[in-house]
């Protein structure tokens, strides 16, 4: 994710310094206010990509603070900060249009999951707007790159259950390229014409994912103050592609299969039912079948959304695609940038072939725009691959080094945090670190201050 402009908007100097650190050290761009009445003033719309607010500050409050930004730019996500935070007063800030809410006292990863997730979801939105525009009737399977004999396999049955209007679950590991199935099956089906909508069930809070998909009446509940047609309404027509379809809560879940059984549902405060004609295509990576033993996930709707299931491979299961995936990559960028970086070099290629390649096609697409950021040869060499994955060179010169430096950062972690009585800022400033690392490598070499200062 590139960098993003923050706004904190909290009156307590120390936490707003935390709050930078951490951000800053992700590679953001922040601006923080003790005074919210002036963090309002400065606010304008197109600037600023995330609210960070407290709740409860002088002057006003951390409500105030959220109806007054959303006047100005309705779209931006705003986190809530709260000390004592309440069912009533979360549902309060979600239905005035938070995205979500954090409890003090919280911990850098906490805060950096949550704010990933909504500069992810801002992203999603964002991007579904544009989707059919930039995709309609340009869709075809020579979007989807390989020759493995595991692909092929894949793509035959995809032409097949794209004719057929039934409910698909497509599976894999995260990265390998779920949603581009899902828009391969949309885009080659009767339904093309109409709408393809996409939404991550897992990057939206379940406080407010049941009114995204099914929509509401104006008045059912504090802060709907208008009718809202849902996703389904939107794809009506075309197909609605749920992706982590494993993070749906058990309610929604109920509403979910009861629009499978009928093809109609009911918004949150109607007493009409709306038909809707929507093929539904979901996917995850988690294992479903594991979460219905659980009660996790409920039996009855799994079986409605798996009626044709489509397993996509990890990329090193399909190692023989990794040039040709190597190589598309490399034309868009060169494309985009116009640069003219030939390819791998022989070593680079076959470093790139025999890497595991946790994160899949995503992983490997990031890697090489990294390759081609600072790669001044024709080709990229093995040299600037190994800057960004473990060749099996790298990892074997590095093994030592790394085990070295890691008794040597323990060691003066804990000399560090004696010295100043276990304070992380001061051990931040007397480092000349900023405290987002010092906490990163605390957990990292699982330390704890209690057993430091013993």
């Not at 960028?333 to 070593?347: D, M, P, R, V, W």
């Not at 670190?433 to 430091?452: C, H, S």
Request: net charge negative; with cysteine.
């Amino acid at each position: 994710m590139s960098a993003k402009k923050i706004m904190i908007i909290d009156n307590e100097e120390g936490l707003c310094r935390m709050m930078e650190a951490v951000l800053m050290d992700d590679g953001h761009a922040v601006r923080s206010f003790t005074n919210p009445l002036e963090a309002v003033e400065v606010f304008r719309p197109g600037i600023w990509d995330l609210v960070i607010s407290d709740i409860k500050m002088p002057g006003i409050d951390g409500l105030e603070v959220l109806q007054r930004i959303k006047v100005v730019e309705t779209d931006i996500p705003v986190i809530i900060i709260t000390a004592f935070a309440t069912v009533e007063m979360s549902i309060q800030a979600l239905r005035k249009g938070a995205y979500d809410m954090l409890t003090k006292p919280f911990e850098p990863d906490e805060l950096l999951f949550r704010v990933r997730n909504a500069l992810s979801h801002n992203e999603l939105q964002n991007e579904n707007k544009h989707l059919r525009e930039e995709l309609a009737g340009k869709f075809n399977f020579g979007n989807i790159i390989g020759a493995s004999m595991a692909l092929q396999k894949l793509l035959e049955k995809v032409e097949k259950v794209a004719i057929r209007d039934t409910s698909v679950l497509i599976t894999g590991e995260s990265g390998t390229g779920k949603e581009l199935i899902a828009q391969a099956i949309h885009y080659n089906s009767p339904r093309k014409e109409k709408p393809f909508i996409a939404i991550n069930c897992g990057a939206i809070p379940d406080s407010v994912l049941e009114s995204e998909l099914f929509g509401h009446k104006k008045g059912s509940f504090t802060g709907a103050d208008s009718d809202k047609e849902g996703l389904l309404k939107a794809a009506d027509g075309g197909t609605l592609f749920l992706d982590e379809i494993g993070n749906l809560p058990l309610n929604v879940q109920k509403t979910l299969l009861r629009f499978l059984q009928e093809q109609e549902f009911r918004r949150i405060g109607d007493t009409q039912s709306t038909q809707v004609d929507v093929r539904l295509i979901s996917a995850t990576n988690a294992d479903l079948t594991n979460d219905v033993e659980k009660g996790a996930f409920r039996e009855d709707l799994f079986y409605r959304l798996n009626v044709i299931n489509l397993h996509l491979p990890p990329l090193r299961e399909r190692r023989t695609d990794i040039p040709l995936l190597a190589a598309h990559f490399i034309d868009l960028q060169n494309k985009k940038f116009n640069t003219s970086i030939k390819g791998l070099s022989a070593e680079a290629q076959r470093a790139a072939s025999e890497y595991s390649w946790p994160g899949n096609i995503r992983q490997l697409k990031n890697v090489i725009e990294a390759c081609l950021t600072i790669e001044t040869k024709e080709q990229i060499d093995l040299t600037t691959l190994a800057q960004f994955i473990e060749t099996e060179d790298k990892q074997s010169e590095e093994d030592d080094y790394n085990q070295a430096l890691g008794r040597f950062e323990i060691d003066y972690l804990r000399q560090l945090l004696r010295s100043v009585d276990g304070n992380i800022e001061e051990a931040a400033q007397k480092a000349g670190m900023n405290m987002a690392t010092i906490y990163r490598k605390l957990k990292k070499y699982g330390l704890r201050k209690e057993d430091v200062l013993d």
